[in-house]
């Protein structure tokens, strides 16, 4: 069968490699059908330091497929069932698994695609508590967008930031596959939406997708903006996952007590604060990884009741490196997506 199949730094191919046994007891086996590319991806194609994995690797976070064979014991998912399945070999075990924070697993063998054999490959045997079947009506496509396109997203808000119907909230990079999601979700709920893009053309793609307001980061300092659209009272909430070179800013387009959540460091890991305006202004910092199981779950009845993820460009498994370079030049508007 096929697979992409990561050799080293920049070093990805597309092989044939041994098919999967049929799956054991509590296992499905699923037909891959579509890859969501991620930055996760990049940073695993560039060779990131502190990925420890066993080469070769199966590339791919995040996908959706159907089931096509079921292992004895399985009676939740059925043979044909269009499923995506949780990105983190979970123990399933510890207190945090018991209590659904799949995330805070204490015994987590590694994120799929990153530290362990991915996603990228046509037929893989997955434990079935860690797949979730998608209800009638999710294309495969927009389903392999569901486990961090969406279940990021949908963890950071609505479990972290605790976003509530009406408030304000600033997305960075409004054009990214998390930033078009926290667009359509904070906007689902009458949320005032102010975000970033790197360009005008994205801005305006950003606007027709929902956002109220919008602030080319390249031509105007976005922190000036939003004060100044908000009277200087700033946001609820900054959706962060830029990092060093926005962290600063954000925290001043913050209101008194208002809450920033961060899922990614892009532009750099470190950075400096200032401790006096994060007690004085009460601000609340929460770190966001991942997402539990039931975020994907709902993400995918979001879609089938017509929230689509914004899907930037498919293409096809011969022309993964296609994406993957559409994806790393941040040519994007929302998901790159690779079909089997």
């Avoid at 605790?162 to 997305?171: A, D, Q």
Wanted: charged letters at 25%.
């Amino acid at each position: 069968m096929r697979s992409l199949q990561l050799h080293g730094d920049r070093d990805l191919r597309l092989e044939e490699i041994e098919p999967p046994p049929p799956p054991a007891p509590g296992e499905v086996q699923i037909r891959i059908r579509a890859v969501g590319l991620n930055y996760l991806d990049v940073w695993g194609f560039r060779g990131m330091a502190f990925a420890k994995r066993k080469m070769p690797q199966a590339a791919g976070v995040e996908a959706a497929g159907e089931i096509v064979c079921v292992g004895e014991g399985v009676t939740n998912l059925k043979v044909g069932d269009t499923v995506t399945a949780y990105g983190a070999e979970t123990c399933g075990h510890c207190k945090a698994c018991v209590e659904g924070r799949d995330n805070l697993c204490e015994n987590v063998a590694g994120i799929m695609g990153f530290h362990i054999d991915g996603f990228a490959r046509e037929l893989l045997n997955k434990s079935a508590r860690l797949v979730i079947k998608a209800p009638p009506g999710v294309s495969f496509e927009d389903a392999a967008c569901a486990p961090i396109g969406f279940g990021t997203v949908q963890h950071m808000l609505f479990d972290n930031a605790k976003l509530e119907p009406g408030e304000s909230i600033l997305v960075h990079a409004g054009g990214s596959g998390i930033g078009t999601a926290a667009i359509l979700m904070a906007k689902a709920i009458g949320c005032t939406v102010y975000t970033t893009v790197g360009d005008d053309e994205k801005g305006r793609k950003a606007k027709e997708l929902g956002a109220d307001f919008v602030v080319n980061y390249k031509t105007e300092r976005f922190e000036g903006e939003v004060r100044q659209l908000t009277k200087r009272k700033g946001v609820d909430v900054v959706f962060e996952h830029v990092g060093a070179d926005t962290w600063n800013g954000s925290l001043l387009c913050l209101k008194r007590g208002g809450r920033l959540v961060t899922c990614g460091a892009t532009s750099g890991a470190s950075t400096t604060m200032n401790l006096m305006q994060l007690f004085q202004q009460q601000y609340r910092i929460t770190g966001s990884f991942g997402c539990r199981i039931e975020n994907i779950a709902q993400s995918l009845e979001k879609m089938a009741g017509g929230m689509k993820p914004v899907i930037d460009s498919v293409f096809p498994l011969a022309d993964f490196e296609k994406g993957l370079a559409r994806l790393e030049g941040r040519q994007v508007f929302g998901k790159v997506v690779v079909t089997f």
